[in-house]
């Protein structure tokens, strides 16, 4: 018994985790072709050059989105702008949707 109430708070931790990490799903890796922003809040779409991944099928196909309400949103933007400017490959990490576009959560630039 006191094992089992050892575990509880391991248990705890790892359904807390776990939904976050399997639900992330890496794209191909590819330039960006555009960047949109605006309409009236501080949304950045990315379009690319790379095959489209759409692991949660959000409705919208048009590219991923960056979401304002997220709080590294800043530095994903600023990441990207930087990988188009250059023409340097990404790699987009996604989970889940937002405006109805797969949402990045995560950006990897390549050489």
């Not at 990404?90 to 405006?99: A, E, I, K, P, R």
Request: proline fraction near 6%; charged fraction near 15%.
């Amino acid at each position: 018994m006191k094992r089992l109430f050892c575990l509880v708070p391991f248990l705890a931790l790892v359904m807390q985790i776990s939904p976050a990490q399997a639900a992330a799903t890496s794209t191909g890796t590819g330039n960006i072709t555009r960047l949109s922003g605006g309409w009236v809040t501080a949304n950045l779409r990315v379009q690319t050059g790379f095959p489209w991944t759409n692991p949660e099928s959000c409705p919208y196909s048009d590219g991923y989105i960056v979401d304002p309400a997220d709080s590294g949103h800043e530095l994903l933007s600023s990441m990207l702008l930087s990988a188009f400017m250059s023409r340097r490959q990404v790699q987009l990490t996604m989970d889940g949707c937002s405006q109805g576009r797969p949402r990045i959560i995560g950006v990897d630039i390549l050489e």
